[in-house]
T-cell receptor, first 113, second 111 residues
Framework: EAAVTQSPRNKVAVTGGKVTLSCNQT?????MYWYRQDTGHGLRLIHY???????EKGDIPDGYKASRPSQENFSLILELATPSQTSVYFC????????????FGPGTRLTVL | QQKVQQSPESLIVPEGGMASLNCTSS?????YFWWYRQHSGKSPKMLM?????GEKEEGRFTVHLNKASLHTSLHIRDSQPSDSALYLC???????????FGTGTRLQVSP
C-alpha cells in the first residue's frame, strides 16, 4: 500500500521562528502536495511538485516555501511563522496530474504561539 | 478560481438509514470527481471516483455524476456508525495541475 510519512507529527513554534515540515513517500509518485486543513475551509493547496527540483504555487502560497530535493522528499518551510499559520498540514503524493488518486500522510498539527 | 460546493454541511442519519451527500463544481472544464472519507483525527482516504456520466456502485456506496450540471452525489445505504466521518468532494481537470477540494459534509450515524 502507498506510504506517506510526515515529521514532526506535532509542533509548537513561536511567532517569527522558522518551521520546516517534512514529508517522505515510498510510492515512487512524481507528484507531491502540501495542504492545510482548517475548520470551514476543507483542504487548501499550498504548494505542489511534479518531481525532484520542481515546486509550484498552489492556491494559498503566501508565507510558505517548498523544497523537493528528491523524488521521495518534499518539505514545507515557514520562514517567519505567524499565529494564522496554526493548522493541520497534510502532505500527499499521486502519480497523475489532476486525474489521479492522492495518498495522504498522517498530518502535522502546528501551533504557532 | 474554481470552487467546489458541498451540501449539507452536516448530516445525521440513523443506523441502517440512507445518507445522501451532494457536490457541485463551478468550473465547466472539470472532468474528474473524487470522494474522500476522513475519520476524526485521521487523514483523508479516497473512497470513490467517477469520471463518466451515470452511476457507479461499490458495496453500500453509490456515486452519481451529471457532467452537464457538474453535480455529483454520494449515497450510503445501510449506514453504519463506522461511516461517521467527514466526506470531502474533490474535482479536477485531467492533465492540469491540481485538485480542488470542497469543505466537506460531516456525517454522523446514530446507533
Amino acid at each position: 500500500e502507498a506510504a506517506v510519512t510526515q515529521s514532526p507529527r506535532n509542533k509548537v513554534a513561536v511567532t517569527g521562528g522558522k518551521v520546516t515540515l517534512s514529508c517522505n513517500q515510498t510510492n515512487n509518485h512524481n507528484n507531491m502536495y502540501w495542504y492545510r486543513q482548517d475548520t470551514g475551509h476543507g483542504l487548501r493547496l499550498i504548494h505542489y511538485s511534479y518531481g525532484a527540483g520542481s515546486t509550484e504555487k498552489g492556491d494559498i502560497p503566501d508565507g510558505y516555501k517548498a523544497s523537493r530535493p528528491s523524488q521521495e522528499n518534499f518539505s514545507l518551510i515557514l520562514e517567519l511563522a505567524t499565529p494564522s499559520q496554526t493548522s493541520v498540514y497534510f502532505c500527499a503524493s499521486g502519480d497523475r496530474l489532476g486525474g489521479g488518486e492522492q495518498y495522504f500522510g498522517p498530518g502535522t498539527r502546528l501551533t504557532v504561539l | 478560481q474554481q470552487k467546489v460546493q458541498q451540501s449539507p454541511e452536516s448530516l445525521i442519519v440513523p443506523e441502517g438509514g440512507m445518507a445522501s451527500l451532494n457536490c457541485t463544481s463551478s468550473d465547466r472544464n472539470v472532468d474528474y470527481f473524487w470522494w474522500y472519507r476522513q475519520h476524526s483525527g485521521k487523514s483523508p482516504k479516497m473512497l470513490m471516483s467517477i469520471f463518466s456520466n451515470g452511476e457507479k456502485e461499490e458495496g453500500r456506496f453509490t456515486v452519481h455524476l451529471n457532467k452537464a450540471s457538474l453535480h455529483t452525489s454520494l449515497h450510503i445505504r445501510d449506514s453504519q456508525p463506522s461511516d461517521s466521518a467527514l466526506y470531502l468532494c474533490a474535482a479536477s481537470i485531467s492533465n492540469t495541475d491540481k485538485v480542488v477540494f470542497g469543505t466537506g459534509t460531516r456525517l454522523q450515524v446514530s446507533p
